[in-house]
T-cell receptor
Framework: EAGVVQSPRYKIIEKKQPVAFWCNPI?????LYWYLQNLGQGPELLIR????????DSQLPKDRFSAERLKGVDSTLKIQPAELGDSAVYLC????????????????FGPGTRLTVL | GEDVEQSLFLSVREGDSSVINCTYT??????LYWYKQEPGAGLQLLTY???NMDMKQDQRLTVLLNKKDKHLSLRIADTQTGDSAIYFC???????????WGAGTKLIIKP
């Protein structure tokens, strides 16, 4: 079974430029998460999708960040314009939702995209 | 608010037991988790424990939960070089979708 796929793995941009990250979750996983991870810290949730609906985006800085999950499968996270403080690893994760959900929440993570803003 | 705390580093000798500790603040947590992150790879669920349990054992892994003190630990018996990784503790709130993560403990194995 293929895992969560993310691209690109690394991205270096100059500040004020736009950047986009792509995620393909595990087939059949209805729930998709985007996290931000700074060095030496745990993941911080940016947005959670149930199918194509963003059900928790309270931590997403909406002035510069946007996300979409068209058709409830792949997702894209965009930053425009990027700032120096956005340098971090952006993680995508997915889990079963709805009737297939296990009682515990096992999230499957992609390898992340390491963003460097110069 | 919710908070999960861990020590940042733990160094052990190969073959010894490793004990990674975690404290959390939300008494309504339903599940508590240990995830492992190896270099260049995504986080992977290692084990979990339901909040009404106080111990769970799975091969070399033993999870202990002290709800009174809000303390969770992960013991790895016979630590091997392949256990080198960052270990994250996480608690889930009532909805079980939102996880609160610790900063991770880097396990360093000495030969």
């Amino acid at each position: 079974e293929a895992g969560v796929v993310q691209s690109p793995r690394y991205k270096i941009i100059e500040k004020k430029q736009p950047v986009a990250f792509w995620c393909n979750p595990i087939s059949g996983h209805n729930t998709l998460y985007w996290y931000l991870q700074n060095l030496g810290q745990g993941p911080e949730l940016l947005i959670r999708y149930e199918n194509e609906e963003a059900v928790d985006d309270s931590q997403l800085p909406k002035d510069r960040f946007s996300a979409e999950r068209l058709k409830g499968v792949d997702s894209t996270l965009k930053i425009q314009p990027a700032e120096l403080g956005d340098s971090a690893v952006y993680l995508c994760a997915s889990s079963l939702g709805g009737s297939g959900r296990k009682p515990y929440n096992e999230q499957f993570f992609g390898p992340g995209t390491r963003l460097t803003v110069l | 608010g919710e908070d999960v705390e861990q020590s940042l580093f733990l160094s052990v000798r190969e073959g010894d037991s490793s004990v990674i500790n975690c404290t959390y603040t939300d008494s309504s947590s339903t599940y508590l988790y240990w995830y492992k992150q190896e270099p260049g790879a995504g986080l992977q669920l290692l084990t979990y424990i339901f909040s009404n349990m106080d111990m769970k054992q799975d091969q070399r892994l033993t999870v202990l939960l002290n709800k009174k003190d809000k303390h969770l630990s992960l013991r790895i018996a016979d630590t091997q070089t392949g256990d080198s990784a960052i270990y994250f503790c996480a608690e889930s709130l009532d909805s079980n979708y939102q996880l609160i993560w610790g900063a991770g403990t880097k396990l360093i194995i000495k030969p």
